[in-house]
């Protein structure tokens, strides 16, 4: 059934889930950045709406206020993640719950940081909240562990930041030191102008905050993992590993005593050596053994499908 979509936040998922919100049937009703929104409750003219962002216009002419005040089924929460008191993200999924709408987050910070705040607003309302594309990119995590059931699921570990692993595995390949890759991963693209955020794990190591939660049923935060960077692994080490069949991948672990996200020692041809910028997750389950998904963990329209899929598991409102 198509649902009124709300989007709040203009990068590159927001602006692929109105891109692509009509394939799956659905009418974009809304779309804001922080500074202006386009709002029409018989739907936006996407395209001329996306023009004009990435012509470095204005979104459109209300005040992304308005957002709020229109009719819509589903609230789509893509703005930047922000740690601590994950606002104003937060702030956004509140009101939406507490006006009985759905909630489908892109957005890391509310689930990682403030997870059992979503819960009790979740309990209170009529709506529902999800948020499959906060881990993994269009890679199936969170899904697969509700197919499951969290409490079928012992462990889940991975790899999950995808500009980590591209400079490991160019490190290994050319035998290059970090800052040499680093730069190289700059001019492609693949690595921020700061990319504090992906090297120093906080990235993955959000993610596996959210899959700990999930399988704890909350109880878990960015300060409670333990988390070790890419930034001090010399070229050497990388040679080391693979004289010994083996290479260098940052992990994470999420279980439900805690959370680890660190560089390991994984064989080269296993399947958590993936390359380049592709993401890896391994889900261990009491009856189905180790279930492995793979496939882009970051990107627009790949995280766009994510949001899309959580909007088509929404219940009726």
Do not use: C
């Not at 394939?23 to 386009?38: F, I, N, T």
């Not at 206020?65 to 994950?86: I, Q, S």
């Not at 994470?252 to 805690?258: F, H, P, Q």
């Amino acid at each position: 059934m198509g649902r009124k979509l709300a989007i709040l936040g203009a990068g590159d998922v927001g602006r692929s889930v109105a891109d692509l919100a009509g394939e799956y049937g659905h009418e974009v009703v809304a779309l804001a950045d922080s500074s202006s929104a386009a709002v029409d409750p018989d739907g936006i003219d996407v395209e001329s709406t996306l023009e004009r962002k990435v012509g470095g216009e204005s979104v459109g002419t209300d005040d992304p206020e308005a957002v709020f005040e229109t009719d819509y089924d589903v609230l789509v929460e893509a703005t930047p993640t922000t740690l601590g008191d994950a606002e104003p993200g937060f702030s956004h999924v509140e009101r939406a719950l507490e006006a009985d709408r759905h909630v489908v987050l892109a957005n890391k910070g509310p689930v990682a940081e403030r997870y059992e705040e979503l819960q009790a607003l979740e309990a209170d309302s009529a709506g529902s909240v999800r948020f499959e594309a906060t881990v993994g990119g269009a890679i199936p995590v969170l899904s697969t562990v509700e197919d499951e059931t969290p409490q079928a699921v012992t462990a889940v570990r991975g790899v999950l930041n995808g500009t980590a692993n591209f400079i490991l595995t160019r490190m290994a390949a050319e035998g290059l030191d970090y800052e040499h890759v680093l730069a190289e991963a700059q001019d492609l693209g693949v690595a921020e102008a700061d990319p504090t955020f992906d090297v120093d794990g906080t990235d993955a190591a959000l993610k596996f905050v959210i899959l700990a939660n999930v399988l704890a049923d909350g109880g878990f935060a960015l300060e409670d993992a333990d988390v070790t960077g890419i930034q001090n692994i010399p070229g050497s080490a990388l040679d080391l590993a693979a004289e010994d069949g083996r290479t260098i991948r940052l992990i994470g672990e999420a279980t439900r005593e805690g959370v680890r996200v660190a560089p390991r020692l994984v064989p080269e041809n296993g399947p958590l050596a993936v390359t380049g910028t592709r993401n890896i997750v391994q889900i261990e389950t009491k009856n189905a053994g180790s279930l492995h998904s793979s496939g882009r963990g970051a990107g627009g329209p790949e995280t766009a499908t994510a949001v899309l899929s959580d909007v088509g598991r929404l219940p009726e409102l």
